[in-house]
């Protein structure tokens, strides 16, 4: 696929950003995604203090009335206007390389996410995205930082996107692997690594696989996000 048809791909694509605090995050991504036009980008807020939609960049721009990631991504794709989805974090990065794989995946696979790279030079965040990336492959189900991608029409297929304030991308995978397996692009997108440096690298893997166990065992996801973010 060249140039001009990898533009001409992204034309079908909304990309979904979720947003709360993340005017200079989200800045910066929007820098990255200037250089590609054919998008359209819909930023979603939740109570932010910083104003992101006051940024100087060209994006729809919309507020949920409702606590949560989930819902937020929810309301984004109620607005968007297309109908292959791309769902972002505001601190991701992103090449050319990534750019191109998504065009190509969409004309095949109905819905899948991205191999990632831990934006730090120790050598156990090598170890942590290795390990990342293997999980996803194996099981299906990816977490909201990597990129995850989707079909409108398969997302029509299992009801829309969890309304949910936490653990709404494990929830998405397991409902969506149920009609077909994921597609794996292994072009690297950029993730942050804060939440390893603030909290420490195995406490940070052990509090997310306890959250996915008592989502699991049926925990509420308010709570569970009450306690996450502490609101």
Same mark, same amino acid.
């Given at each position: 696929?060249?140039?001009?048809?990898?533009?001409?791909?992204?034309?079908?694509?909304?990309?979904?950003?979720?947003?709360? =605090? =993340?005017?200079?995050?989200?800045?910066?991504?929007?820098?990255?995604?200037?250089?590609?036009?054919?998008?359209?980008?819909?930023?979603?807020?939740?109570?932010?203090?910083?104003?992101?939609?006051?940024?100087?960049?060209?994006?729809?721009?919309?507020?949920?009335?409702?606590?949560?990631?989930?819902?937020?991504?929810?309301?984004?794709?109620?607005?968007? !206007?297309?109908?292959?989805?791309?769902?972002?974090?505001?601190? !991701? !990065?992103?090449?050319?390389?990534?750019?191109?794989?998504?065009?190509?995946?969409? =004309?095949?696979?109905?819905?899948?996410?991205?191999?990632?790279?831990?934006?730090?030079?120790?050598?156990?965040?090598?170890?942590?995205?290795?390990?990342?990336?293997?999980?996803?492959?194996?099981?299906?189900?990816?977490?909201?930082?990597?990129?995850?991608?989707?079909?409108?029409?398969?997302? =029509?297929?299992?009801?829309?996107?969890?309304?949910?304030?936490?653990?709404?991308?494990?929830?998405?995978?397991?409902?969506?692997?149920?009609?077909?397996?994921?597609?794996?692009?292994?072009?690297?997108?950029?993730?942050?690594?804060?939440?390893?440096?603030?909290?420490?690298?195995?406490?940070?893997?052990?509090?997310?696989?306890?959250?996915?166990?008592?989502?699991?065992?049926?925990?509420?996801? !308010?709570?569970?996000?009450?306690?996450?973010?502490?609101?």
């Amino acid at each position: 696929m060249d140039q001009e048809q990898v533009r001409s791909r992204l034309r079908e694509i909304s990309i979904i950003i979720p947003v709360r =605090d =993340d005017r200079e995050k989200l800045s910066k991504l929007m820098q990255e995604l200037r250089e590609y036009p054919e998008f359209e980008v819909v930023v979603v807020d939740y109570q932010s203090t910083d104003d992101p939609g006051s940024l100087d960049f060209e994006f729809v721009f919309c507020k949920s009335p409702v606590v949560g990631r989930g819902n937020q991504i929810y309301y984004g794709i109620e607005r968007a !206007t297309r109908d292959r989805l791309w769902i972002l974090h505001a601190d !991701t !990065t992103l090449n050319p390389a990534a750019i191109a794989g998504l065009a190509r995946a969409f =004309d095949i696979y109905q819905w899948g996410s991205f191999n990632v790279q831990i934006r730090h030079s120790h050598w156990m965040y090598r170890v942590v995205e290795t390990m990342m990336n293997l999980r996803s492959r194996l099981t299906g189900i990816s977490t909201g930082d990597q990129g995850v991608f989707v079909e409108r029409e398969l997302l =029509d297929a299992i009801e829309g996107f969890p309304q949910i304030p936490l653990m709404e991308d494990i929830a998405l995978c397991i409902r969506l692997k149920k009609i077909c397996w994921p597609y794996r692009i292994k072009a690297k997108i950029g993730i942050s690594a804060r939440r390893w440096e603030r909290d420490g690298i195995w406490k940070t893997i052990v509090q997310m696989w306890r959250y996915r166990y008592r989502y699991f065992r049926g925990h509420s996801t !308010t709570k569970l996000y009450r306690e996450y973010y502490h609101d």
